[in-house]
């Protein structure tokens, strides 16, 4: 079978450009689509490629051009849902293929791609749910028995079996297909630096229940570690790259796994830099294991510490603290490994409170603050808790960079000020 895997292209939209002409607000990480490498290689014995088109916006015609697809599978976050269903119809008219669709806004909010165009929606880790569900198209086996995949019945509620993830749902012997898109290596790069960057999957899912979070939907609330030989072989495939990002919503999960992982690391003579994503109480609980990663080539963690106050984390239930992230930060500055820090920006915040986040990360030395606006994206706790007061519906708009919310302020002060916490907060970020 022909399988055509797309990355959609940066489609979300700006309402501060758009209505007030601010533009300084700019992507900070650009990456391969570790995704669709991940499922290509569980797909052996089937001709798969891989059109990127946020490194190539103009790729899908000229790939289609060359390459006549059986089947096409889109995977999408929030904001390119609406691009996906859009071009779902043509592509299937234009190929006669059929049409999948998966990714973190179909797990969580799959009804919206029960649409025309759209053959079937794939919920959660697809590693495995998509071989089986091409193995059945294929044999024109039945497919409405393969757990987490739904077949669209437009007009119709959803209906799929519920997958039990687990480690198998993993299927670590096949690794990741990176060679589908080494021709866009260049263009996978750490902005703030201009080096290459690689992207690694060492964990998946996360056991905390952020209200704001869509991670959930991957693997129903489970945590599922890789084993270490698997995140070993897929560093030591990506030998050309200096940089290794572990995109995993929280690396040090299970501390003694990451413990282990970190000396088979250093065992098998990796030379690497590596940025990892941590919480704030596992630096505090566990600061040897910190110190042990940067011996290994850590140096710079994403933490997301969201909000100032004991009051502002427990509102998004972050099972966290104000103490702890501080306490974090200083343990941090003490074993030099750099703070990539995430911060969320309420609607309702006014001058005062944008002035305090701005002195806070000044005063914590954090080395790249991200910001993002609060935003309720479909299927979390958070839209179910604040639907009611959505004002944009506009899935375009869900880029964590629009207030879909009303804003306290007057719409073109919240930006503005939003924009000059990024203009101020962005300092040398070193490696």
């Known amino acids: 079978m022909n399988i055509l895997l797309i990355n959609p292209p940066n489609c979300g939209r700006s309402i501060p450009e758009e209505r007030y002409g601010i533009t300084s607000i700019k992507q900070i990480f650009r990456g391969e689509p570790l995704a669709l490498e991940t499922l290509a290689g569980n797909l052996p014995g089937h001709e798969v490629r891989i059109v990127d088109l946020k490194a190539r916006p103009d790729g899908l015609d000229e790939a289609l051009r060359r390459f006549t697809p059986d089947l096409i599978g889109f995977t999408a976050v929030t904001c390119e849902a609406n691009w996906v269903r859009s071009q779902a119809p043509r592509l299937q008219a234009e190929c006669d293929a059929t049409l999948v669709v998966g990714g973190i806004h179909a797990s969580n909010d799959p009804e919206f791609f029960n649409a025309p165009g759209i053959d079937y929606v794939v919920l959660g880790l697809g590693k495995q749910s998509l071989r089986e569900l091409v193995e059945a198209i294929e044999t024109s086996a039945d497919t409405t028995s393969i757990p987490g995949v739904a077949h669209t019945n437009p007009g119709r509620p959803l209906r799929w079996r519920p997958r039990a993830y687990s480690r198998v749902d993993l299927v670590e012997e096949r690794p990741p297909r990176y060679d589908l898109v080494a021709g866009e290596r260049d263009r996978y790069t750490l902005a703030a630096l201009g080096v290459p960057l690689g992207f690694v999957s060492s964990a998946f899912g996360c056991p905390y229940d952020c209200s704001f979070c869509c991670i959930a939907g ?97 509102a998004l239930n972050k099972s966290a603290s104000a103490a702890a992230n501080l306490e974090a930060i200083a343990i941090l500055h003490q074993l030099g490994i750099n703070i990539v820090g995430d911060f969320i920006v309420s609607p309702d915040y006014v001058e005062a409170d944008f002035a305090r986040l701005a002195a806070y990360v000044a005063e914590q030395r954090i080395g790249l603050p991200i910001y993002t606006v609060l935003t309720p994206l479909p299927g979390t706790a958070l839209h179910r808790q604040l639907r009611s007061r959505i004002v944009n519906h506009d899935l375009d708009y869900y880029t964590l960079a629009n207030a879909v919310l009303p804003t306290r302020l007057d719409e073109g002060e919240f930006y503005r000020q939003f924009a000059a916490l990024y203009q101020a907060g962005h300092k040398e970020v070193k490696l």
């Open 218 to 314: 991957l693997t129903d609330s489970r945590y599922l570690s890789a084993s270490i030989a698997t995140v070993i072989r897929d560093i030591q495939l990506l030998s050309d790259v200096p940089v290794i990002r572990l995109v995993d919503a929280n690396t040090f999960g299970h501390p003694e796994h990451a413990r282990a992982l970190c000396r088979a690391i250093v065992g098998a003579g990796i030379d690497k830099t590596f940025l990892a994503d941590v919480r704030a109480d596992t630096v505090v609980r566990h600061p040897e294991l910190l110190r042990e990663w940067r011996e290994a080539g850590l140096r710079s963690v994403v933490i997301g510490f969201e909000e100032l106050s004991d009051q502002g984390l427990d």
